[in-house]
């Protein structure tokens, strides 16, 4: 009864501590094609000052996902690349995604095994200010994805972009890992990144470097192994290796022509020499075939039943005529094998019985004198060696 109580008082004490526990909740304005980045720092959720750092031995580990539902929505990653590493939260939404959307986040100490939870409350609107109709992808190849997610490697980017590109503003539209395009896992060597893919875009035209990169020519020197064609200083080496070769590029300035609705037409094909449909079908009566196709068959099987029960039933020869047939010898042998198999039968079926005549002693054929047995034969074995 004292066990039973004190368990009782731990869960109401344990219910009463999660019911007074309250999410925190934050507010961010992710913008539809723009890429949005969210640090997921440990001291947000360890509740610590902004003058005190975590120590470096405390390893947290996130999960987020949407209010409701097991995932993040479709537009929304998220990475981490080690316990004592921050996480991300980074993705474009699109155009569908617009509108208000509720992450939750929880924290697990590896520690000391508390949790904490955030929530992330999204409110998804339009940009403001000019379209950007030019967009270019870039694969870095120097840098993973969480490398370049903050924003001191990200502006360092634009910054160095800026140099290859018509002077113009240029903004982040989405960041891509490598690895979810299909790339693989480099193998554990010092300098060997995964690789991200980075994609910008301005209100201002590419630039004829840009255009050159991208050129058929550079495509088919990229297929034959040879560096692209590059007719500018490139800005961005040696903080960011691009891979030249993989480089999009994407002008939206000119509208795309839409695309023609088929016209219905009367369903009869044009003048071909391969087809050449008769104009006119006759009608035809498919009785006769159907009858030929189930009565010659049907005929066919009832003469072979016929045939086959002729020979079966009326042409037997008979018992009679078999016996007259047979010589006297064979059919007193036959009847005297029947008449010692019957008597055999009846000596089985009871023991106590009159001696068979088959047991009597021999006689001389040709005197017709009787031998009067020394001994009982029945009781003498057919095989001498057996008594």
């Not at 270019?136 to 969480?146: G, I, Y």
């Not at 300098?191 to 004829?208: C, D, H, L, M």
Request: glycine share 6%; charged share 20%; hydrophobic share 40%.
């Amino acid at each position: 009864m004292a066990v039973a109580l004190i368990w009782t008082l731990l869960l109401m004490g344990l219910l009463a501590g999660l019911g007074g526990t309250k999410a925190q909740q934050t507010t961010l304005y992710p913008l539809v094609g723009r890429v949005f980045v969210h640090t997921l720092d440990h001291e947000a959720f360890l509740g610590l000052p902004e003058h005190n750092a975590v120590p470096t031995t405390v390893r947290i580990t996130y999960h987020a996902h949407l209010q409701g539902h097991p995932d993040l929505p479709r537009w929304l990653r998220y990475t981490q690349r080690s316990p004592h590493h921050p996480g991300f939260l980074y993705g474009s939404a699109t155009s569908e995604d617009r509108g208000r959307q509720v992450i939750e986040v929880t924290a697990y100490n590896r520690d000391s095994f508390d949790t904490t939870q955030q929530r992330l409350v999204l409110e998804i609107g339009d940009p403001e200010g000019p379209l950007l109709p030019y967009q270019a992808e870039f694969l870095v190849r120097s840098h993973d994805v969480e490398e370049v997610l903050p924003s001191t490697p990200a502006s360092r980017f634009l910054s160095a972009l800026g140099g290859l590109w018509e002077p113009g503003e240029l903004q982040l539209l989405n960041i891509t890992s490598a690895l979810d395009r299909g790339g693989r896992v480099p193998l554990p060597i010092e300098g060997q990144r995964e690789g991200v893919y980075i994609k910008v875009g301005s209100a201002s035209p590419f630039s004829t470097c840009l255009k050159m990169v991208a050129s058929p020519d550079s495509h088919a020197r990229c297929a034959q192994g040879q560096p692209p064609l590059l007719s500018c200083y490139d800005t961005l080496a040696p903080h960011f290796r691009i891979d030249w070769c993989n480089v999009t590029l994407v002008d939206k300035s000119v509208p795309e022509p839409a695309d023609e609705l088929p016209t219905p037409g009367d369903g009869i094909l044009e003048h071909d020499p391969f087809f050449c449909p008769p104009t006119e079908a006759p009608d035809r009566d498919f009785l006769v075939d159907a009858l030929v196709t189930l009565l010659v068959p049907l005929l066919v099987a009832l003469l072979l039943t016929l045939l086959l029960a002729y020979v079966m039933c009326c042409r037997r020869e008979g018992r009679l005529k078999r016996d007259l047939a047979t010589s006297d010898i064979q059919m007193f042998h036959h009847c005297t094998i029947h008449g010692n198999t019957e008597e055999l039968r009846q000596m089985a079926a009871s023991r106590e019985v009159p001696r068979p005549l088959s047991t009597l002693p021999m006689f001389n054929v040709r005197t017709g004198e009787q031998l009067p047995p020394r001994v009982d034969s029945a009781q003498v074995p057919l095989i001498l060696d057996q008594h």
